[in-house]
């Protein structure tokens, strides 16, 4: 449109130029007509005043198909969207920093105390939980008993060291009772090992040693061994047999009986916290 606009000025310059020619008298006022005339040429042949209307451009395309998305992809419609779910209230924003408490911090609970050895074994009968509080040593002829730091009852268990010539009674692992005993020899030895009460003889006389008394007798053995009442002096001996003061004889007949173990030990030393068997 450009390019036939420009030929139109120019073919109607050309009378107006040649009439210029003709006298220099003429030629402000072939000027003006030029002007004139080439203002009214622009109006006739203005672009914008032959473009159609709205309703023309409607009109001529009424009657086509509609496009497709090959042919003009950017002419067919996107889908419809999804309306947007109402927002929620705002969040608030904290300008500065909250410190929280912390919790008070629990008190770390108190160590448990040490457990002794007779706290770890108090349901042990056979473990020794407590002694008896003898200073010094004992001579020939000395017993001891104390029950009151043992229980009024409870598993029973006497034990003898011929090394040591000495028994202890221990009621559930607390000594009750201790004396010095005469052993046999080597000739007569007593038998080491462990024991059961077989019977339990208070008045009984030794057939084998002229009716010897032997008071408040505790047979450990059917041919002859056993724990009873006797003279207890430095320099005798027993014929195997294991004698102890009468008085403390009367106690230990007292408080055994049958099925109770003895056991009879060379040289074993035992304390708090030890098993006796």
Same mark, same amino acid.
């Not at 339990?200 to 010897?212: F, G, I, P, R």
């Given at each position: 449109?450009?390019?036939?606009?420009?030929?139109?000025?120019?073919?109607?310059?050309?009378?107006?130029?040649?009439?210029?020619?003709?006298?220099?008298?003429?030629?402000?006022?072939?000027?003006?007509?030029?002007?004139?005339?080439?203002?009214?040429?622009?109006?006739?042949?203005?672009?914008?005043? $032959?473009?159609?209307?709205?309703?023309?451009?409607?009109?001529?395309?009424?009657?086509?198909?509609?496009?497709?998305?090959?042919?003009?992809?950017?002419?067919?419609?996107?889908?419809?969207?999804? #309306?947007?779910?109402?927002?929620?209230?705002?969040?608030?924003?904290?300008?500065?920093?909250?410190?929280?408490?912390?919790?008070?911090?629990?008190?770390?609970?108190?160590?448990? #105390?040490?457990?002794?050895?007779?706290?770890?074994?108090?349901?042990?009968?056979?473990?020794?939980?407590?002694?008896?509080?003898?200073?010094?040593?004992?001579?020939?002829?000395?017993?001891?008993?104390?029950?009151?730091?043992?229980?009024?009852?409870?598993?029973?268990?006497?034990?003898?060291?011929?090394?040591?010539?000495?028994?202890?009674?221990?009621?559930?692992?607390?000594?009750?009772?201790?004396?010095?005993?005469?052993?046999?020899?080597?000739?007569?030895?007593?038998?080491?090992?462990?024991?059961?009460?077989?019977?339990?003889?208070?008045?009984?006389?030794?057939?084998?040693?002229?009716?010897?008394?032997?008071?408040?007798?505790?047979?450990?053995?059917? $041919?002859?061994?056993?724990?009873?009442?006797?003279?207890?002096?430095?320099?005798?001996?027993?014929?195997?047999?294991?004698?102890?003061?009468?008085?403390?004889?009367?106690?230990?007949?007292?408080?055994?009986?049958?099925?109770?173990?003895?056991?009879?030990?060379?040289?074993?030393?035992?304390?708090?916290?030890?098993?006796?068997?």
């Amino acid at each position: 449109m450009i390019r036939n606009l420009a030929l139109a000025l120019a073919l109607a310059a050309l009378p107006f130029a040649a009439a210029a020619q003709t006298t220099a008298g003429q030629t402000g006022d072939a000027a003006e007509a030029v002007a004139a005339e080439a203002a009214g040429t622009f109006e006739q042949v203005d672009p914008d005043s $032959d473009l159609p209307s709205a309703d023309d451009a409607a009109a001529a395309y009424a009657g086509l198909p509609p496009l497709t998305a090959d042919e003009a992809p950017e002419m067919v419609a996107a889908p419809a969207l999804k #309306p947007e779910p109402p927002r929620g209230p705002a969040v608030r924003m904290i300008a500065n920093e909250v410190a929280q408490p912390l919790p008070a911090a629990e008190p770390a609970p108190a160590p448990a #105390p040490a457990l002794t050895p007779a706290a770890l074994t108090r349901n042990d009968p056979f473990v020794i939980k407590s002694i008896l509080p003898i200073e010094g040593s004992i001579r020939y002829g000395d017993w001891f008993w104390d029950e009151s730091a043992a229980p009024r009852t409870g598993k029973l268990v006497i034990t003898v060291d011929l090394e040591a010539r000495v028994i202890s009674a221990f009621r559930d692992g607390h000594e009750i009772g201790t004396a010095v005993v005469l052993v046999g020899t080597q000739a007569h030895p007593t038998p080491l090992g462990s024991f059961p009460i077989l019977t339990k003889e208070k008045d009984n006389v030794s057939e084998k040693y002229n009716n010897a008394p032997m008071p408040h007798t505790l047979r450990l053995t059917w $041919d002859g061994i056993a724990i009873h009442g006797s003279p207890v002096m430095n320099g005798y001996a027993s014929h195997g047999c294991i004698g102890v003061p009468d008085e403390f004889a009367a106690k230990l007949f007292a408080a055994a009986k049958r099925g109770d173990k003895v056991i009879i030990t060379r040289g074993k030393m035992i304390g708090i916290g030890d098993k006796v068997m």
